[in-house]
């Protein structure tokens, strides 16, 4: 999408480049333990805490890598990066939560005006 709107922008892991970017995405698929293991083997918790807490360099993260943001997840032992006071909660498909939840891609077809997809 990027591309699309001729932002110019670069995939990387190379700390250089992350220190030298304007703006940041920490895009993520997958588990939360697997992602914060993959930003700890790459030495990169310390070098993101940095730009984004210290340097308030502008951060958006993507489906896990917003995940990541939180202190933590019910889907994970690991700890999240903390950035987001809050934990991440799977949805609950048991029956037995009654209330209402939301969200904009929809895990179930619903017939919702709206487009947000009701559980």
């Known amino acids: 999408m990027l591309k699309k709107i001729g932002a110019q922008s670069s995939i990387s892991s190379d700390p250089k480049t992350i220190k030298g970017a304007e703006k940041l995405i920490l895009p993520g698929v997958g588990a939360f ?10 030495d990169l918790i310390e070098l993101l805490n940095t730009q984004v807490l210290d340097e ?12 990541l943001f939180t202190r933590a997840s019910e889907e994970g032992e690991m700890k999240g ?3 987001i006071d809050a934990d991440t909660v799977r949805f609950k498909f048991d029956g037995k939560d009654t209330t209402q939840k939301n969200t904009p891609h929809g895990l179930e077809h619903s017939s919702n005006p709206s487009g947000l997809t009701r559980y």
């Open 56 to 67: 308030k360099k502008p951060i958006l993260g993507l489906c896990l890598g917003m995940q």
């Open 33 to 42: 333990d697997n992602g914060m293991k993959n930003l700890a083997r790459r």
């Open 81 to 83: 990066l903390g950035w």
